[in-house]
Every structure is written in C-alpha cells, then in structure tokens.
C-alpha cells in the first residue's frame, strides 16, 4: 500500500534531513528526536530507538534498532539483524543474513556500545559483543567478545595500544 501522508506528519518528533527524500515504508516505528538522512530507504517492519541518526543512503530492512544509535552514510543492515542501544556503525558497513550455501538465514546481532569501523563487512549469524571495536574494512567471519578488538580480513582479535594493559586490570 502507497502511503501518501508526509513524513513530517506521519512522524512528528523524527528530523529528516528532507522529507522528500526518504522512503519509508508502513509499519515502522521510529523514535523521537531521531534524525534521517537523505536517499534513505526504511522497509516494512523497521524498528528504530530514540536519539538515532541514520544518516543518508541506507538501507534499513526489517530489523530492530535500540536507542541511540548512529549508523553512518551508506549502510545496508539487513533482514533480522539486532542493534543495541549506543552502537556506532561507521560509512559504509555491510550487515548479511545469507550465506548462499543452502544454509537457512542467520541474523547479525550488534550489541550495546559496539563500534563497527566504515567499510566492514559482518557475516551471517555473526554476534558483536558488547563494547567490542571492529577496525575498518574487517571482514568478520565469527563472533567479537565483549569488549574485544577485531581487524582485518578474516577479522582476528589484536592487542592496541588503546587498550587497557591486562597487568592494569
Ligand atoms: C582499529 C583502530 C581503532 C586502531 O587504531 P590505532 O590504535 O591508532 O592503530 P594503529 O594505526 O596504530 O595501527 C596499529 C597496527 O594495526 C594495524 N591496523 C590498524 N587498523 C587496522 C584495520 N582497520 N585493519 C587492519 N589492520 C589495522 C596497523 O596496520 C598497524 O599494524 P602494524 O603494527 O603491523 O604496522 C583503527 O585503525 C580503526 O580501524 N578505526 C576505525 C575507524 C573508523 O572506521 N571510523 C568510523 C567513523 S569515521
């Protein structure tokens, strides 16, 4: 069905960057005070937290989005996937939900506090603990401890300086 009512009246506390710009399809929950790019596409079923910024083309399948969180230009996340509240996913990252080798879909879950560096790519199934880092432009193929690091392609846990020094602990 072809939802001709204007977005700054279907929803009333979201900020689109322009309006016109955006698709969003019906049955999606947006909220209050989050803030929409431009060339954006919400499907069917989306549900989006409080304070978010989905910032311009991307792709938002029918998945759940807690609070606060900023997915940056040109994402796509996919069918499934579960964001946590206070997730930070840089430009450009790639959540899949298929492993097109006849398995049956597996969903991404983000959770809370995660950062996902611009560029990555997270796998069918894949799970990011929470507080973890994954560097730009890793491809992560398994699950990310809480709090832990990951680069690369195949992703793989590395010691950075930024890290707490475990004697330190
Ligand atoms: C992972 C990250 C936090 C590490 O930063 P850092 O502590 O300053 O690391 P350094 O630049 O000192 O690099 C240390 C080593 O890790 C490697 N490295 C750093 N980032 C990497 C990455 N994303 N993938 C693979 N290797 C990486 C470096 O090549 C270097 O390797 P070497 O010691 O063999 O030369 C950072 O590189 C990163 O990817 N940040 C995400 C940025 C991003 O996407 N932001 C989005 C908002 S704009």
Request: glycine share 14%; net charge neutral.
């Amino acid at each position: 069905m072809k939802i001709m009512i204007e977005l700054p009246e279907r929803y009333p506390n979201v900020l689109f960057y322009n309006p016109r710009l955006v698709e969003v399809q019906e049955n999606v929950l947006i909220g209050d005070r989050t803030r929409i790019g431009s060339f954006t596409l919400l499907h069917a079923g989306a549900t989006i937290g409080d304070r978010c910024t989905i910032g311009s083309h991307c792709n938002i399948c029918c998945c759940e989005i807690g609070h606060n969180v900023s997915i940056q230009t040109g994402c796509h996340i996919t069918r499934g996937v579960t964001i946590g509240d206070n997730v930070f996913i840089g430009p450009g990252v790639v959540t899949l939900n298929d492993n097109l080798n006849g398995d049956e879909l597996r969903f991404p879950t983000i959770m809370q506090g995660a950062r996902i560096g611009g560029g990555s790519v997270i796998l069918p199934g894949v799970t990011i603990g929470k507080g973890a880092l994954v560097g730009a432009g890793s491809v992560v193929t398994r699950d990310v401890a809480n709090g832990g690091v990951v680069v690369g392609n195949p992703a793989r846990s590395r010691a950075f300086g930024f890290q707490d020094s475990p004697d330190t602990n």
